[in-house]
């Protein structure tokens, strides 16, 4: 159909539909930052009717959520190298890549957003932290299976994924090799 | 005036309406979150005419920015402790009841909000982080003259900062006083 998506997906249509306005969002969101958009502005820049925003998403919460969720965690599958040092390099590049790619910083500010401030209970946002938590846990568990050190998915939050997600946030990139490296280095 | 001001501080009005409209500022991000709010949501909220608003803080990111500075900044000088295990120390566990304090994640989330995203341009809450990092290279640099090793502000901002940013902003608290010693204990 169009470029990247294979041509003779089933609800083809649908599928299109959901693409345009995701890519709405994360357009909106790298012009105007979050939280200064509507349903209405993404339908029109997608070129949707509202009505079919709100059919499929319900909110504009949800959208963005699955936005948020789709472009942080379905690109992303945990590597499997066969040790330890090699699953976390390539799991902070990996991450690297997403967060300084095109859309990478607006979406970054758009799971923080999303995320809970303690204050108000379980946010959307969280369901996607926890998911990518656990699939990280599961990498972690595999390589002390093998019989390498045990890790927390906590550690590498603290030591690897905050760091750099604190500097797309505050727009100090670029992530070099070398810094992502000795990231995981540092922590091993 | 009232608690917690000097009684016959000059412009006694004027800086109760500012702390008025900055607590109501704070209320309604915890409430809502931020970009759900107006300069209206929050007049009514302090109190005051929308045109008080405009006419000292111009437009809404501006004044989200001005609360952000204030309370990030103002309320914590740099500590002087004599060593750069003290410092640190004194300065992550200040950061931490900060950003932990009954308005803490919502002034980090709004802080972050107001961040570039690196697309955009230099935004408000960018010298929001260069005047914090210019504050912190200080207090390195005071260290390194008394023959104390040198370290870059980046350094406590990925190792220290970074990891008590993102435990709060994604809800994962408290930081207790274990956790942020070993931050410290990890980056000497």
């Not at 963005?64 to 330890?84: E, F, K, Y």
């Not at 923080?112 to 969280?126: F, I, K, N, P």
Request: hydrophobic share 40%; no cysteine; aromatic share 4%.
């Amino acid at each position: 159909m169009n470029e990247g998506q294979p041509a003779r997906r089933p609800g083809g249509r649908s599928a299109r539909v959901g693409a345009q306005v995701h890519q709405a969002v994360t357009d909106l969101i790298s012009e105007r930052g979050y939280g200064n958009f509507t349903v209405g502005d993404v339908a029109a820049r997608a070129g949707v009717a509202d009505s079919s925003v709100y059919r499929r998403w319900g909110s504009l919460e949800t959208l963005l959520t699955d936005v948020a969720l789709t472009r942080l965690n379905a690109r992303s599958p945990m590597p499997d190298t066969g040790s330890l040092a090699g699953d976390l390099r390539a799991y902070a590049a990996q991450v690297a890549r997403e967060i300084t790619g095109p859309d990478g910083p607006a979406v970054l500010h758009l799971a923080v957003a999303l995320s809970s401030t303690g204050q108000q209970g379980l946010r959307a946002g969280d369901i996607l932290r926890a998911d990518r938590m656990r699939q990280l846990q599961s990498m972690l568990d595999r390589a002390h299976e093998r019989g390498e050190r045990a890790l927390d998915a906590l550690d590498v939050l603290d030591h690897i994924l905050a760091p750099m997600y604190i500097r797309v946030l505050f727009g100090i990139v670029p992530l070099t090799p070398d810094y992502i490296d000795g990231l995981v280095g540092r922590l091993l």
